[in-house]
C-alpha cells in the first residue's frame, strides 16, 4: 500500500504548518489554493511574533499558546524575524489601572518580562510618548507574513508536497457520510477536475464554513477584519503596545523601513466583500500617536483591511474583540457524522505550528499511522527555496 | 468616486493564447490602489490570476506594468496616475504563467545563491538603547524581492546569463555587512563577465525599485570594491 494521501484546503499559514507536519509523518500531502500562496488573510497580518502578552489578561489559553510557539519558532526558523522585542507602555489613567493585572496575567501565563522605568523607556525608544506612566518588556518580535510559512511550504514541498496554486476547491467529493476527494477548477488551464484524498482538511481560514457547507456541515466562523496602515519610516525598534485591554490602534509594528499600525475590528458575513473602512484610517493615526506622536505626520505607505478567521459563539459578536484567538480542530466524524473530513480554523500566524501538531495528531490516527510529531526540532529551509522547484 | 478603464492583459496557455486584453469600466476612489481594483473585478471574474499577499509594499507579489512601468501594484494609486485608461500587464524578463502572473523561479535561481541574510543591523534610530539581552536593534533587508529591477534591466532582456541588479545588490550588502557569510566566494561569484561587469550603469533598476535598494549604485559599489581589492595586491 503507498502512502495515505490528505488534500488541504487552503495555502495559507495553517494550511503551510500542517503539510509541512504531515509530510514529515510520512503522508502524501496536496495543497489547494485558489491564489497565490498566503493571498488569504495570512500575507495580510500585523507581522507581530507574538508573545502572548496581548492576550494575557482576558484570553489565557490563547496567550499560553503565543509564548510556547513564539519559543519554538525561533529554534525552527532561524534568521527570519526582528527579535527586538516588544513594549508595553501606560500612557493614561485607564491604562495604569491595568498594569497590575497585566503583570498577573504574564506570571499566569509564564510569559517573561521586564519591567522598566520610564526613563530607560524612553531611552529604548526616543520616539515614544513622553507622558509614558509604566513601561514592561516582552519577548514579541516582528516576521515578514509571508516569509514565515514559505518556509512551511519550501520544506513540505522539498518532503514531497504538492502545492497547487490558483486551484479553487468547487466541490467536496461525498460517498455517502464520507469525504473522497475535492473537485476543483485550475485557475490557469481553465480545466476542472477531481483530486482523489484518504482525507480532507479545511484549512480555509475565514473561508472555512464555506468550504464546510460543501460537505453539509457547519463551523461556528465568524470572520473579522480589522484595518491596517503603513507609514513611512521607523519610528521604533521594538514593537510598541499599549498597555490596556485589546482595543483599536494600539499597536505600532516597526517593519523593514516602515511602521504598520493597527489595528481595527468588526464582523463581517463574507470575507470577499471587505470595504474598507476610511475612518479607522483616521482612527489608526489618531490612536497611533498615542503611543509615538511622531506618527500623526508620517505619510501612508497603504492601508488595508484582512479577515481574522475567529471561533463565533453561535449568539453571535458583534466587534469581534470578545471572540478568543485560540484555535479549533473540529473533527466531522465525531461532531456531525461525516467521515474523512476535519476541520482546522481560528488561531494566529504565530500559533499554525501548534494548530498543525494538533490537527495532524487527530489526522494520523484516523489514518491509522502511529508517527510522532516532528515540527518542534526540524529546522526549516529558507523561504527562497519555495520557488525554487527545479533545485 | 471617478469612472476609470482598466485594460487588463489576458492569457492562459493554450486557452487564451495569444494573449489579449479585457477592457472593464470601475468606479475608483482617492483611496484606491490598482490591487484593490484588481480584487473588486476578481469578485466577478474568478479566473482573474495575479500575486498579492501583504497589500502595503513588503512582500513583492504584486509587481507589475502598470502604464507601461513596472510597479507594486498595492502601493499604485490609481488616480495618483492620472490617466482615465489604465492598462495592467504581467512583468518583462520573465516566464509568463496567467494573466499578471510571472515565475518568480528564474529570479531566485541567481538571487538565493547569494544567501544575504534576511536581517540587518538597524540604522533607525541610532540614539535608541536597547536592552542587554536584544544587544543591537536589527531589521529586515530592505530587497523585497519583487522582481522590478529585472523587468527593467535592459541587460536582462538582452542577456539570460546575466546575474541581474537584484542578486547584485544582494552581495553588495554582504560585502557591506557579512554577518559570517564568506565574502571572498561572494566576490568571485560577481567578478565575471555575467556578473558586475555586464552592467551598462543606465539606473532603470534604481528608478523602479520600490523599496530604495538602489541596485545600481549597488553594483558601482561592488566595482569599486574589487578595483580596490586589486589595486591592494598590485603594491
Ligand atoms: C488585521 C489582522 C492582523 C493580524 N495580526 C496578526 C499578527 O500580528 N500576528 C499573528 O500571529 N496573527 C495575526 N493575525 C491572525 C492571522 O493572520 C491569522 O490567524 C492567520 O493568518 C490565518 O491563517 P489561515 O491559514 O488559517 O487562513 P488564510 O491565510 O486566510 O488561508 C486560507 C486560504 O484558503 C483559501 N481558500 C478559500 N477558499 C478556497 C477554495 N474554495 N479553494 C481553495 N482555497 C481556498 C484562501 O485563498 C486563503 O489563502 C491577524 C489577522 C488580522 C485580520
Ligand atoms: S544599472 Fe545595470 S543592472 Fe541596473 S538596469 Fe542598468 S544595466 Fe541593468
Ligand atoms: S532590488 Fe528593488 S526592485 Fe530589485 S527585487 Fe529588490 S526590492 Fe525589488
Ligand atoms: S502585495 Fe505585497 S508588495 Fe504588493
Known amino acids: 500500500m503507498g502512502k495515505p494521501h490528505v488534500v488541504i484546503v487552503g495555502g495559507g499559514a495553517t494550511g503551510a504548518a500542517l503539510a509541512h507536519d504531515l509530510t514529515l509523518r510520512g503522508v502524501r500531502v496536496t495543497i489547494v489554493e485558489r491564489g497565490e500562496v498566503t493571498s488569504g488573510t495570512t500575507g495580510r497580518h500585523h507581522g507581530l511574533l507574538h508573545s502572548g502578552a496581548r492576550y494575557a489578561v482576558k484570553d489565557q489559553e490563547s496567550a499560553k499558546e503565543c509564548i510556547q510557539e513564539n519559543m519554538i519558532l525561533r529554534k525552527i526558523a532561524p534568521g527570519t524575524f526582528e527579535l527586538n522585542n516588544g513594549l508595553f507602555v501606560a500612557i493614561t489613567d485607564e491604562d495604569m489601572a491595568y498594569h497590575d493585572a497585566f503583570l498577573a496575567g504574564l506570571e499566569t501565563c509564564a510569559i517573561p518580562y521586564q519591567e522598566i522605568t520610564t526613563q530607560e523607556a524612553l531611552q529604548r525608544e526616543p520616539n515614544l510618548n513622553p507622558a509614558v506612566k509604566a513601561a514592561v518588556e516582552v519577548p514579541d518580535g516582528t516576521m515578514d507574513a509571508m516569509r514565515l510559512p514559505l518556509r512551511f511550504l519550501a520544506t513540505a514541498q522539498h518532503n514531497g508536497a504538492v502545492i497547487k496554486t490558483y486551484t479553487q476547491v468547487t466541490k467536496l467529493l461525498m460517498k455517502d457520510k464520507t469525504v473522497v476527494g475535492v473537485r476543483v477548477r485550475d485557475h490557469v488551464t481553465e480545466k476542472t477536475y477531481d483530486i482523489g484524498a484518504d482525507l480532507v482538511v479545511n484549512a480555509a481560514g475565514a473561508w472555512s464554513d464555506k468550504i464546510a457547507a460543501m460537505a453539509g456541515v457547519h463551523v461556528p466562523m465568524q470572520p473579522s477584519p480589522g484595518v491596517l496602515v503603513a507609514v513611512y519610516g521607523r519610528w521604533n525598534n521594538m514593537v510598541l503596545n499599549r498597555m490596556h485591554r485589546s482595543g483599536d490602534g494600539d499597536i505600532i509594528l516597526p517593519q523593514r523601513t516602515l511602521s504598520v499600525i493597527g489595528t481595527s475590528s468588526w464582523v463581517v458575513k463574507d470575507p470577499d466583500q471587505l470595504e474598507m473602512k476610511k475612518e479607522h484610517i483616521e482612527l489608526m493615526y489618531k490612536m497611533g500617536a498615542m503611543l509615538v506622536p511622531a506618527v500623526k505626520n508620517a505619510p501612508m505607505r497603504a492601508a488595508w483591511a484582512a479577515a481574522r478567521p475567529l471561533i463565533g459563539s453561535e449568539s453571535g459578536a458583534t466587534t469581534g474583540r470578545e471572540l478568543s484567538r485560540t484555535f479549533k480542530c473540529f473533527d466531522h466524524e465525531d461532531r456531525d457524522n461525516v467521515i474523512g473530513f476535519v476541520t482546522i480554523t481560528g488561531g494566529k500566524a504565530t500559533t499554525a505550528r501548534g494548530m498543525a501538531e494538533v490537527t495532524a495528531n487527530v489526522v494520523v490516527e484516523k489514518l491509522g499511522l502511529d508517527v510522532a510529531c516532528r515540527t518542534r526540532e526540524v529546522v526549516l529551509l529558507p523561504h527562497t527555496a519555495y520557488y525554487r522547484r527545479g533545485v | ?235
Not at chain 2, 540614539?127 to 523587468?151: A, D, M
Not at chain 2, 563577465?193 to 534604481?206: L, P, Y
Open chain 2, 1 to 235: 468616486m471617478t469612472e476609470v478603464t482598466f485594460k487588463i492583459f489576458r492569457y492562459k496557455p493554450g486557452v487564451i493564447d495569444p494573449p489579449r486584453y479585457d477592457t472593464f469600466k470601475i468606479e475608483v476612489d482617492e483611496q484606491m490602489s490598482v490591487l484593490d481594483v484588481l480584487e473588486k473585478l476578481r469578485i466577478n471574474d474568478e479566473t482573474l490570476t495575479y500575486r498579492h499577499s501583504c497589500h502595503h509594499g513588503s512582500c513583492g507579489t504584486c509587481g507589475m506594468l502598470v502604464n507601461g512601468k513596472e510597479v507594486l501594484a498595492c502601493v499604485a494609486n490609481v488616480l495618483a496616475l492620472g490617466t482615465t485608461e489604465v492598462t495592467v500587464e504581467p512583468l518583462r524578463n520573465a516566464p509568463l504563467v496567467s494573466d499578471l502572473v510571472v515565475s518568480m523561479e528564474p529570479f531566485f535561481n541567481k538571487y538565493a545563491p547569494v544567501e544575504m541574510p534576511l536581517i540587518r543591523q538597524s540604522e533607525y534610530l541610532p540614539e535608541g538603547k536597547p536592552s542587554e539581552e536584544v544587544g543591537s536593534y536589527t531589521r529586515y533587508e530592505s530587497c523585497l524581492e519583487c522582481g522590478l529591477c529585472l523587468s527593467a534591466c535592459p541587460v536582462v532582456a538582452t542577456d539570460p546569463a546575466y546575474l541581474g541588479p537584484a542578486a547584485l545588490a544582494a552581495a553588495a550588502r554582504v560585502v557591506q555587512e557579512p554577518r559570517g557569510q564568506d565574502v571572498p566566494a561572494i566576490l568571485q561569484m560577481v567578478d565575471n563577465a555575467e556578473g558586475c561587469w555586464r552592467c551598462h550603469s543606465a539606473m532603470e533598476c534604481s528608478e523602479v525599485c520600490p523599496n530604495d535598494v538602489d541596485p545600481g549604485s549597488m553594483i558601482m559599489y561592488l566595482r569599486q570594491h574589487l578595483i580596490s581589492d586589486k589595486l591592494k595586491h598590485l603594491f
